[in-house]
């Protein structure tokens, strides 16, 4: 009976040592599928329906500070300075309080007007873009050179200079652009989706706009 007592005294050592083993191996494991690109997107997706317009701006904030970073970073090529944090701020500020609010209620207002269609490829897709091209861009890119004016202390005056100097050519610039992705935005994307969509080529956007508006100013 000894060595049968025995036994079992080391049976149960042993499943006591290895209980909290495998209770500090949970967190670990849960950590990682929060930290997964896809649980990460499903976060995402369910903060947007819970916080649309907030969680827009906040994406808005850090797309297009990057993108102005980037624009930094060309420029670093040529003139060697340093990263103009106050610069990339205001591109920020931009995104937060203009671009994104912008966006999301045209965007809204314009799939209320004019409803998306099952077949993307119809003459309903391409109204929209005309309406997005032809009328709300001219207006929002002047509405950007006049907001920069602002912020930096050049003041209205400056803002309508550039607007009559530059937003022409830089609105050749924006439908080489903005046209190809908008069909694909207002003929493919969610509504939901739309200003996420315009985030991200907007990133690219960003980069000439900064290098314009600061090589003007």
Not at 53 to 74: E, R
Not at 136 to 148: D, E, M, N, S, Y
């Amino acid at each position: 009976n000894m060595p049968t007592r025995r036994l079992a005294l080391l049976a149960s050592c042993a499943a006591a040592l290895q209980a909290p083993a495998k209770h500090t191996t949970r967190p670990r494991r849960a950590t990682a599928r929060r930290l997964a690109p896809a649980e990460l997107w499903t976060d995402y997706l369910g903060a947007l329906e819970a916080n649309p317009l907030p969680v827009k701006c906040v994406t808005a904030a850090c797309v297009i500070g990057a993108g102005d970073a980037a624009a930094q970073a060309i420029e670093g090529l040529k003139l060697a300075k340093p990263l103009d944090g106050a610069r990339v701020a205001r591109w920020a500020f931009f995104g937060l309080v203009l671009q994104a609010p912008w966006n999301h209620f045209f965007q809204n207002a314009l799939e209320a007007a004019i409803p998306s269609t099952p077949d993307p490829w119809t003459a309903t897709t391409a109204t929209k873009v005309a309406i997005d091209q032809g009328l709300q861009a001219p207006v929002f890119t002047a509405l950007i050179f006049v907001f920069f004016a602002v912020i930096e202390g050049r003041g209205v005056d400056a803002g309508r200079r550039q607007v009559a100097d530059d937003l022409a050519p830089t609105l050749l610039k924006n439908w080489l652009i903005f046209v190809p992705a908008t069909v694909v935005n207002l003929g493919l994307v969610p509504l939901e989706l739309r200003v996420l969509f315009i985030n991200v080529v907007f990133f690219f956007w960003v980069i000439i706009l900064s290098l314009l508006i600061n090589e003007t100013a």
